[in-house]
């Protein structure tokens, strides 16, 4: 069974800083990786997606990796604004996709004018 | 171009009832899935649906429940309702299922439901 952890679980940061983000699968035959926001309250908001067979995805100042074989994915944040202050999840399309996307419980970030 | 719309936002139930939610897709969109987000599980799947046919099902009792329409508008019912059931329920739409595997989803605002 697939099963997705994000580090930290929570990050403070000063305005501008660049931040990464972390996300680990235990099962490596994934089709896709999406990362998401989500305001308090809110949806999600879909901010990358990485095919299996891609190794990285930019927007913007988001940058997200992914090392399948090693199930890993890395999001990195330029520039830090308070804007980003969000909750960011990561979320695995496993093969097969029996259990619909994987969630990982997110990691909730504060940039601090 | 409209994103995935869902209804009602907010809905306060008593224990015991049953409720019915809502979720229209991105125009061309064929597959709805659904997810439950609660503070202690985070965000778990519910169910799939595609060209109105159940996909895919979560680890969920039998009171939780879904269809979709042949316009691809899908509906989530959960009966005897409990307390436990309180949660933000988010939908999803892609353009293909599972099968395809290769495409995104775009989700929408969810519906906060709180059982009382």
């Known amino acids: 069974k697939q099963e997705v952890t994000q580090i930290p679980a929570a990050l403070s940061v000063p305005e501008g800083e660049n931040l990464v983000l972390n996300c680990s699968f235990t099962?490596?035959?994934?089709?896709?990786l999406q990362w998401f926001r989500q305001d308090p309250g809110k949806g999600l908001t879909s901010l990358l997606l990485i095919q299996s067979s891609q190794r990285e995805q930019t927007s913007g100042r988001l940058n997200a990796s992914l090392d399948k074989s090693s199930g890993r994915s890395t999001l990195y944040i330029a520039a830090s604004q308070p804007g980003d202050s969000a909750t960011y999840l990561c979320?695995?399309?496993?093969?097969?996709?029996?259990?619909?996307?994987?969630f990982g419980k997110g990691t909730h970030l504060i940039i601090q004018p | 171009k409209a994103g995935v719309t869902q209804t009602p936002r907010y809905l306060i139930k008593t224990r015991g009832q049953q409720v019915t939610l809502s979720c229209s897709p991105i125009s061309g969109h064929r597959s709805v899935s659904w997810y439950q987000q609660t503070p202690g599980q985070g965000l778990q799947f519910l169910f799939e649906?595609?060209?109105?046919?159940?996909?895919n099902k979560g680890n969920f009792p039998g009171r939780f429940s879904g269809r979709q329409f042949s316009n691809s508008r899908s509906e989530m019912n959960v009966s005897t309702l409990e307390l436990g059931d309180s949660a933000l329920y988010l939908c999803a739409s892609s353009l293909v299922g599972t099968a395809a595997g290769n495409y995104g989803y775009t989700f929408g605002s969810g519906t906060r439901l709180t059982v009382v």
């Open positions: 649906y595609f060209s109105e046919t159940q996909r």
């Open positions: 979320a695995v399309r496993t093969g097969g996709g029996a259990d619909g996307l994987t």
């Open positions: 099962d490596s035959a994934i089709y896709n």
